[in-house]
């Protein structure tokens, strides 16, 4: 990424509560997708496996940090891939961002969540598809106990549905607290 590019990403305000997401309190996004270096800068380590935006990573997601007010003993949770979308792409964006977050806040990152049904990818769905798409797609990962407060993380937030699904499962085995973290709204 150019330095020009990565001036007007940090250009880009952080908006708090773009939408409502059930069971939810806060949700964060370092900016909108419309922006297009965010959006390139997204692709970039989504689909095309950039290992430069590791470095980049920690500029993007720092801004958002002041605006958490989460307690000290919150838990980083990354949205969970599919073993299959696992395999198939190498890694987990969301557990890259997450693990930046750790590092802007020192908060710990854990995998509470499993994917436990393949599904299409949310980004060619209308926005309808999306939500039953990714219904019941969630479950426990291997935890030993629940924390009360989380950060969930994804890299782009658009109608919610994953969020939410995401949330429900947390909300189940007794996190209290859920602010979502994406960096970018679609």
């Not at 939810?24 to 800068?41: I, N």
């Not at 599904?119 to 598809?129: G, N, R, V, Y």
Request: hydrophobic share 40%; glycine share 6%.
């Amino acid at each position: 990424m150019c330095s020009v590019a990565a001036d007007d990403i940090k250009q880009e305000r952080v908006i708090v509560n773009p939408l409502i997401i059930n069971g939810v309190e806060k949700v964060l996004v370092r900016g909108s997708y419309d922006c297009e270096p965010l959006a390139q800068f997204i692709q970039k380590l989504k689909y095309h496996y950039w290992t430069g935006a590791g470095s980049l990573l920690h500029g993007v997601v720092a801004p958002p940090t002041p605006e958490l007010n989460v307690p000290s003993d919150t838990v980083i949770v990354p949205v969970p891939l599919h073993s299959r979308r696992h395999r198939e792409r190498g890694f987990n964006q969301s557990l890259y961002i997450s693990k930046a977050l750790s590092r802007a806040t020192g908060l710990p990152v854990k995998n509470l969540l499993q994917r436990t049904r393949y599904t299409p990818p949310q980004a060619q769905l209308t926005a309808k598809e999306r939500v039953t798409n990714i219904i019941g797609a969630f479950g426990q990962g291997r935890v030993a106990s629940w924390p009360k407060s989380v950060i969930l993380v994804d890299d782009v937030i658009t109608t919610g549905s994953t969020i939410a699904e995401c949330a429900a499962v947390l909300r189940k085995y007794g996190v209290r607290k859920i602010t979502a973290v994406a960096l970018a709204k679609g």
